[in-house]
């Protein structure tokens, strides 16, 4: 039974709308999921809101409820999604092109899919140069723009009859911007959508747009969006809560896997490089210098967070750490990742890692796209607002205050996540201590 008084969520009730800047690999196979599951004809792999379960009290009181009975989550059936892209296709055409999922599956979820198309998009060449397409929006300021967004947010309501709703960015890499002048205050923000401030990306756009609108925003990719004070004043203003950065699907994952291992027993790395090669638009956007720098920045940081060479200068000050990416057209979405870790042991004696997975691109994010949803409108229900770090567990960059450093950490991160849950439903917190059992 709860111990302490819980946060007060409001029920789950009515549809719950999902809205997708970028309707491409990703957005497709977690659409393609939704019916997929909705028809019994696929499981929900890889879902924690789904499969996940939760220990409550001490180990002795055998209660681990699932933790989508523990939380008052929306359902999948309840999910209604809408979404932007810059090219005309259809879900279903796109699922296609995208070439993730098989020709039978899709074909029984044909119609569902092909009813879904894509609205105008917000676009700038300059933040993803290596694709081109006609389904954008053309005239206007990026005010405009953003006024453009809001209102297919309001007649995607009005269409649909949808109760709350939530954004989750799904597209292409913008290339990697430091914060400017535009980005310090909510009114300097606005300001510069006016002025059509060449530092306004489009992800911005869309992030402003769905704040001003009362949606929570969840930002997918490793580029500049509400990871600075003006979205998050506005985030602050209207009570929304905002997480990110960057899904944490493939070769990072394996990395925040393995460092806290080797930290844990206290073996030193000398050198971490790590490479993929992947072939669907993902790759291509990243085969830009641009998008790949901010793909490089996110995909670096938390190996050194995780191993923190300041606090062991003799395993891990001078790590050589490099990060490459390869577009390989033949792979498609099947994206393989190497790994080589050079570790030194006892009296300096080295050793070696080598990984090699071969992994599916959409497949690993797709389920992270439908526990961020379901997670933040849970958020949104209980009135948390702002940074959300307890979903730290699904980001490569996750934001975090500034005063602290992010928690790169998969086990810490995921503690993190279900003692915020046990929080919002009055349990204890689990400490792991254990000392209870043997007194």
């Keep these: 039974m709860p111990t302490q008084d819980s946060v007060q969520i409001a029920p789950a009730e009515g549809k719950l709308g999902v809205l997708i800047p970028g309707m491409g690999a990703v957005t497709t196979t977690f659409i393609a999921g939704l019916e997929a599951i909705r028809r019994g004809i696929g499981k929900p792999i890889g879902s924690l809101t ?33 979404g932007w892209d810059i090219f005309e296709d259809n879900a279903y055409q796109a699922a296609v092109k995208a070439g993730v999922l098989e020709m039978p599956l899709l074909e029984q979820l044909k119609e569902p899919l092909a009813a879904i198309r894509p609205m105008k998009a917000v676009f700038d060449q300059d933040y993803v140069k290596r694709l081109h397409g006609p389904n954008v929006k053309t005239e206007g300021s990026k005010r405009d723009y953003a006024e453009m967004v809001m209102d297919d947010i309001r007649q995607f309501q009005k269409r649909t009859g949808v109760a709350r709703m939530v954004m989750i960015w ?71 809560p905002v997480c990110g950065k960057d899904y944490k699907s493939g070769q990072t994952f394996m990395k925040t896997l393995i460092a806290p291992g080797l930290k844990s027993r206290l073996l030193g790395v000398s050198g971490w490089f790590s490479t993929n090669i992947l072939g669907n638009r993902d790759g291509e956007v990243l085969d830009d210098p641009g998008s790949f720098r901010s793909k490089e920045v996110s995909k670096s940081s938390a190996l050194e967070y995780i191993l923190q060479g300041e606090l062991y200068p003799d395993l891990y000050k001078d790590v050589y750490h490099k990060v490459r990416i390869e577009y390989y057209p033949p792979r498609g979405d099947a994206k393989e990742g190497w790994d080589n870790i050079d570790i030194f042991g006892w009296l300096g004696y080295p050793m070696q890692i080598k990984i090699n997975f071969l992994c599916r691109d959409s497949i690993l994010a797709a389920p992270l796209v439908l526990d961020l949803v379901l997670f933040l409108d849970l958020a949104q229900r209980a009135g948390m607002r702002g940074v959300q770090e307890w979903l730290s567990f699904y980001f490569k960059a996750p934001m975090h205050a500034p005063e602290v450093y992010p928690e790169h950490d998969v086990f810490i991160q995921l503690m993190k996540l279900k003692n915020t849950l046990r929080w919002m439903r009055g349990e204890d917190l689990i400490t792991h201590l254990g000392l209870e059992y043997y007194d």
Excluded: W
Aim: hydrophobic share 40%.
């Design 50 to 82: 789904q499969l996940g379960t939760i220990r409550l009290g001490k180990r002795t009181e055998g209660r681990s409820p699932a933790i989508r009975n523990f939380v008052p989550l929306a359902k999948p059936e309840d999910l209604v999604v809408a």
């Design 170 to 240: 799904c597209g292409s890499t913008e290339v990697f911007h430091e914060p400017a002048a535009v980005h310090a205050t909510l009114a300097d923000f606005e300001c510069g959508l006016q002025k059509n401030d060449p530092e306004i990306s489009p992800s911005q756009i869309y992030a402003y747009a769905a704040l001003k609108a009362g949606v929570p925003y969840a930002n997918g990719a490793p580029h500049l969006t509400t990871d600075m004070p003006a979205l998050l004043e506005l985030a602050r203003n209207m009570n929304l």
